[in-house]
């Protein structure tokens, strides 16, 4: 057995052995400017997590089978399972009267960059600690895949499902450069470039460096967290908010978009991607609609002040962040279903957003609007097109199984949390918030709440939909089918 799959194994000792390195960010933060000494949490995580990577590797170091393509979804998965177990460890030892369970749901959360946390108090906790939970969306949030096929080449073949295994997006094939590893550094220099602006940017808006640092991660990852219970209502600046709108909007388009115009050296592949122009019109759109609901419910008197928390609320829900600087679920009920509905579609296939993709729901709209046009011309050649390239009608299909089972998923995920004793508006609004990674959710799970509320059992299985979700839900499936494990 051990034999079979000892190619996966060696691979996921690799990442282990680069995911030991991640420790020493906060154990710098903790040495340098932290009072709680947490040194040896650092330290100890980074340790054993070498340790049980250079024990699985002497296990399997000496297979010389390269990975297969399944084997690329084994590797997705496991990575993506085990990583957070290790992560949570400095968790559960630093953060006063958490459980693993709960330390497993942060670390989750923070890999897959969906920023729904279980912790309160985030003002009072250990610098290094609000370090970690943020730099573990930093280096979540493209894809630990994608970093790894950049820098582990050693991967060989099993590079490309890699790749696909985890890039989001239903069109996974189009290639930037001839090889994997090259596009994957290309994606990872735009990423660490938009990080460094993105920095500078809170520093000078008025953030302290720690500050900075932390948003910074969870700004270009799109994941949420803060180091402050209040979100970004704790600066009431509309000047860091103004950069939080700005990199959130840049991070929820593909980079890949940003890769072309560097090597081009043009903009034009950025203004003729059709799903760009929906992403910008979709978000003024709804910036437009909530701030006249707000001023006609007088909520807000002040249209200016209206239209910052609305844009600010609009960008960050629906580019799946999760940032707050109002509570918006007070606002009148449909504003805060809108922006939780703008979480499930808007981000660009490629960003570090979740949902399902504004391309899948272009070319769902396209679809509809042939299947109507045939309802009426039966003998119409009609083809969808996204621009002017005609879609394969195997994409379309590939589109529509994936909705399926998206709506598949989401309504099981809802009936067990019901079933597990939640109230509807809560069970059904954390397993949207979490399965398309947008963080905050409604009821219990709210804006100014957090999921501390919930039970052992609706932990993990909140812990499952996010992973479920970061993986666009086929890589994990797919597990359970027959033909994967058939020879």
């Given at each position: 057995m051990l034999h079979a799959f000892a190619p996966v194994l060696g691979a996921l000792a690799r990442v282990l052995l680069v995911f030991s390195f991640t420790f020493w960010v906060p154990f710098a933060w903790a040495w340098l400017a932290d009072a709680h000494r947490l040194e040896l949490a650092w330290s100890g995580g980074a340790l054993l997590t070498a340790a049980v990577a250079l024990v699985l590797w002497a296990m399997t170091r000496r297979s010389k089978r390269e990975l297969l393509p399944r084997d690329g979804f084994l590797l997705v998965n496991l990575v993506w399972a085990v990583l957070p177990a290790f992560a949570a460890l400095p968790l559960w030892w630093g953060v006063p009267s958490i459980s693993y369970t709960d330390a497993y749901f942060e670390a989750m959360s923070g890999l897959t960059a969906t920023g729904a946390t279980v912790l309160t108090g985030l003002d009072d906790l250990p610098l290094s600690v609000n370090i970690w939970r943020c730099f573990l969306q930093l280096f979540g949030g493209l894809?630990?895949?994608?970093?790894?096929?950049?820098?582990?080449?050693?991967?060989?073949?099993?590079?490309v499902q890699l790749y696909r295994a985890e890039t989001p997006g239903p069109m996974k094939d189009a290639k930037l450069t001839p090889r994997?590893?090259?596009?994957?550094?290309?994606?990872?220099?735009v990423y660490v470039l938009l990080s460094v602006a993105c920095l500078l940017a809170y520093r000078w808006a008025g953030m302290s460096w720690a500050d900075a640092f932390m948003h910074m991660s969870t700004t270009v990852s799109l994941g949420g967290f803060s180091s402050h219970?209040?979100?970004?209502?704790?600066?009431?600046?509309?000047?860091?908010?103004?950069?939080?709108?700005?990199?959130?909007?840049?991070?929820?388009?593909?980079f890949a978009r940003y890769f072309v115009m560097?090597?081009?050296?043009?903009?034009?592949?950025?203004?003729?991607?059709?799903?760009?122009?929906?992403?910008?019109?979709?978000?003024?759109?709804?910036?437009?609609?909530?701030?006249?609901?707000?001023?006609?419910?007088?909520?807000?008197?002040?249209?200016?002040?209206?239209?910052?928390h609305v844009m600010f609320q609009v960008v960050s829900l629906a580019t799946t962040t999760g940032y707050a600087s109002v509570n918006y679920a007070a606002w009148p009920a449909f504003a805060p279903v809108l922006l939780i509905m703008l979480g499930c579609f808007v981000s660009c296939a490629g960003s570090t957003g979740g949902g399902v993709k504004m391309v899948r729901m272009i070319l769902l709209a396209k679809q509809a609007g042939r299947e109507l046009v045939r309802t009426v011309h039966p003998r119409v050649i009609n083809p969808v097109k996204l621009g002017q390239t005609p879609i394969a009608n195997g994409v379309l299909v590939a589109v529509l199984a994936f909705m399926l089972i998206y709506g598949a998923s989401m309504l099981g995920l809802s009936l067990l949390m019901l079933w597990s004793g939640l109230d509807m508006v809560t069970a059904f609004s954390a397993v949207v918030a979490l399965l398309n990674n947008i963080g905050p959710g409604l009821g219990q799970v709210g804006p100014v709440n957090h999921y501390g509320v919930l039970t052992d059992a609706q932990t993990w299985l909140g812990s499952f939909a996010m992973m479920l979700g970061r993986l666009e839900l086929l890589s994990v499936w797919v597990l359970l089918t027959r033909a994967f494990w058939r020879k």
């Open positions: 894809g630990i895949m994608l970093l790894v096929v950049a820098i582990l080449p050693l991967l060989g073949l099993g590079g994997i590893a090259e596009t994957a550094r290309g994606l990872w220099g219970d209040a979100s970004f209502a704790y600066w009431d600046s509309w000047r860091v908010e103004a950069v939080a709108v700005t990199f959130m909007l840049l991070a929820g388009v593909s560097w090597r081009t050296r043009s903009l034009r592949s950025l203004a003729a991607d059709v799903e760009v122009r929906w992403y910008v019109l979709v978000l003024l759109g709804s910036v437009a609609l909530l701030t006249l609901l707000l001023l006609l419910d007088r909520v807000e008197t002040d249209g200016l002040e209206a239209l910052r």
